[in-house]
């Protein structure tokens, strides 16, 4: 007989319906789960058996008793262990289709629920990947999560970066260290025909935006016989580096970070677009006031604000914020030309998102078609269920005169 305890067992509410569970459904909230004294003394990341209010079992979930998120499902099968064998298949899974995508090692390898590891991001940046473990269970398995890591891609370089909103929700610490090799400088990352600065120790996220990969090019597409662009919240000049290696004249970009803008000044050196490429740091609202005053005008204007609406309490707030953006930014585009938005809140669905940026594009005076529709890379792969898994948007805008 197995010495191995029997796992514990969390159930459903007796009127929850359990079939999008079964269906695919990653997540148990709270309001939804039966929480007696055993399951409140869980451990936040402890693994437990899924049962739907009739005790049938759904699958093995790890549980968090302090987050809305209760429990997140990990495998169909309640009996799978999950160890070094599990994640290393998960990852190999996940590696096989980047290897199918991209000819060279700079992509998400993992996107949480999308790739069926819930709560983990994972990015890669050549011989060194950035880990973030978002949910508690990952944080519990971070080792083990390491070493499957290095064995299913060969890196020698692996930094975790535990910063965000999203671990806050979960009850975990802030703390960013280098679990393996060293990590001494910006990482240079190929994309798009540039060369960008990745700070994956003290920037945003893991350092850079893997999503707006194909928004790039598509953006970049639109002055490739010349122009001048305007990149407004450019972290570390995404849209306006890819747009100078495609045969743009000039790219301003705007920022209030300086160590973001000097990543992109650096990006330029090393893309040889250094006399091509400026930068504007400032507040990006006060910067597009200013640049109207000044009567400036561009081919394409850019603009991929943080994500204004988080969540549905802040939903109200963000559309009016990204109206805000496409006010501002109209009148800085020339007769004809271009105009990208891009939302990264999963809140903001894409029909209310579009329908802000059109109020901000008219109260500006201005008129325009909307030509493409983007979003995130197929590096970010979508879980059908999980609306959250698909959050980036963004809307390419023709304008009149």
Not at 23 to 44: K, S
Not at 133 to 138: F, S
Not at 347 to 353: C, N, P
Not at 371 to 393: N, R, V
């Amino acid at each position: 007989m197995s010495d191995t305890p029997p796992r514990p067992t969390v159930r459903l509410r007796p009127k929850v319906d359990p079939r999008p569970l079964r269906h695919g459904f990653p997540w148990v909230y709270a309001d939804q789960l039966v929480t007696d004294r055993r399951t409140r003394a869980l451990e936040p990341g402890a693994l437990a058996v899924l049962e739907d209010g009739e005790r049938r079992a759904l699958g093995l979930v790890t549980v968090n008793p302090n987050s809305k998120i209760i429990a997140r499902m990990l495998d169909r099968d309640p009996a799978a262990e999950i160890g070094p064998d599990w994640l290393t298949a998960r990852l190999r899974h996940a590696l096989a289709l980047r290897k199918r995508l991209f000819d060279t090692p700079f992509y998400r390898l993992i996107h949480a629920e999308g790739d069926r590891l819930p709560g983990v991001i994972i990015d890669r940046f050549g011989d060194l990947a950035v880990i973030q473990p978002n949910a508690t269970w990952a944080q519990a398995h971070l080792e083990p999560l390491v070493d499957a890591l290095v064995a299913a891609t060969g890196v020698a370089r692996v930094v975790c970066n535990g910063t965000g909103r999203a671990r806050a929700l979960e009850g975990l610490p802030e703390v960013t260290e280098v679990l393996r090799g060293t990590v001494d400088a910006p990482v240079p990352v190929p994309m798009n025909g540039a060369t960008y600065m990745a700070d994956v120790l003290g920037g945003q996220k893991t350092g850079l935006f893997f999503d707006q990969r194909p928004n790039h090019a598509f953006a970049a597409s639109l002055v490739s016989g010349g122009g001048k662009v305007l990149d407004v919240f450019a972290h570390v000049g995404g849209f306006a580096l890819a747009a100078l290696a495609a045969g743009a004249e000039r790219a301003l970009a705007v920022d209030s970070s300086a160590p973001a803008l000097a990543l992109a000044e650096e990006g330029a050196v090393q893309s040889g677009l250094t006399n091509r490429l400026s930068t504007r740091r400032g507040d990006a609202f006060a910067v597009m006031e200013a640049l109207a005053g000044e009567g400036a005008r561009f081919d394409l204007v850019v603009c991929d604000p943080p994500a204004f609406a988080p969540n549905r309490s802040a939903l109200d707030a963000g559309l009016r914020a990204y109206e805000r953006v496409a006010r501002l930014a109209a009148p800085l585009v020339a007769p004809g030309g271009f105009m990208a938005l891009c939302s990264c809140s999963h809140a903001a669905d894409l029909a209310a998102f579009r329908a802000a940026c059109a109020r901000g594009i008219g109260r500006a005076g201005r008129a325009g078609q909307i030509l493409h529709t983007g979003f995130a890379g197929p590096d970010h792969p979508q879980l059908p269920q999980l609306a959250e898994s698909g959050y980036l948007k963004a809307l390419f805008w023709r304008l009149d005169g």
